[in-house]
Antibody
Framework: QVQLVESGGGVVQPGRSLRLSCAAS????????MHWVRQAPGKGLEWVAY????????NHADSVKGRFTISRDNSNNTLYLQMTSLRTEDTAVYYC????????????WGQGTLVTVSS | QSALTQPASVSGSPGQSITISCTGT?????????VSWYQHHPGNAPKLMIY???NRPSGVPDRFSGSKSGNTASLTISGLQVEDEANYYC??????????FGGGTMLTVL
């Protein structure tokens, strides 16, 4: 069965960096576009970034552009989110999510990892 | 990348029907049929309920349906059940090759 397991969350000071990982299993990872989506405490879902199946295309939300970078390692079935210059408003649960394929929708989500940016 | 506009809350009684609207622009909902809807129970991962405006993934009851007119998409739930109580989010692909979510709608089943 499809599994997405995020890791790397924790408490970090403003201005510092953190890298999230998402280990994928149960499907052909290299065939799917992948996303990061976050939810701040008491807020709604916010799309963060996507990366194409082979890593050739990616895009990021304006709120994180220039600070966050999505990447993937298809040989190890792992998705990453490198986060730099973290701000308090980046505090959220970060979800790794699989795009269904050619539908621009997510059919599987991880359970999320909490990132808290606080001094 | 302004969020799509959804009502903050809707409510209905068991057995009734409700509709949640999602308003965007001609750069997102109005431009593409890549509109999806997600059900989110707090503490759980979101669940895909509708994709490409009106398609239901396998396992989603046919009580859930989606539609679109111009820049507004809608999710209709008929025959409301207690377990439908959750937060619902719409989502669309955009002309900037990004994604945008709605602000979310809390459905209460009275």
């Amino acid at each position: 069965q499809v599994q997405l397991v995020e890791s790397g969350g924790g408490v970090v000071q403003p201005g510092r960096s953190l890298r999230l990982s998402c280990a994928a299993s149960g499907f052909f990872f290299s065939s799917h576009t992948m996303h990061w989506v976050r939810q701040a405490p008491g807020k709604g879902l916010e799309w963060v970034a996507y990366i194409s199946h082979d890593g050739s295309n990616s895009n990021h939300a304006d709120s994180v552009k220039g600070r966050f970078t999505i990447s993937r390692d298809n040989s190890n079935n792992t998705l990453y989110l490198q986060m730099t210059s973290l701000r308090t408003e980046d505090t959220a649960v970060y979800y790794c999510a699989r795009d269904q394929s050619n539908s621009w929708c997510v059919d599987y989500w991880g359970q999320g990892t909490l990132v808290t940016v606080s001094s | 990348q302004s969020a799509l506009t959804q009502p903050a809350s809707v409510s209905g009684s068991p057995g009734q029907s409700i509709t949640i609207s999602c308003t965007g622009t001609n750069s997102d909902i109005g431009a593409y049929n890549y509109v999806s809807w997600y059900q989110h129970h707090p503490g759980n991962a979101p669940k895909l309920m509708i994709y490409e405006v009106s398609n239901r993934p396998s396992g989603v009851p046919d009580r859930f349906s989606g539609s679109k007119s111009g820049n507004t998409a809608s999710l209709t739930i008929s025959g409301l059940q207690v377990e439908d109580e959750a937060n619902y989010y719409c989502n669309s692909f955009t002309s900037s090759a990004t994604w945008v979510f709605g602000g979310g709608t809390m459905l209460t089943v009275l």
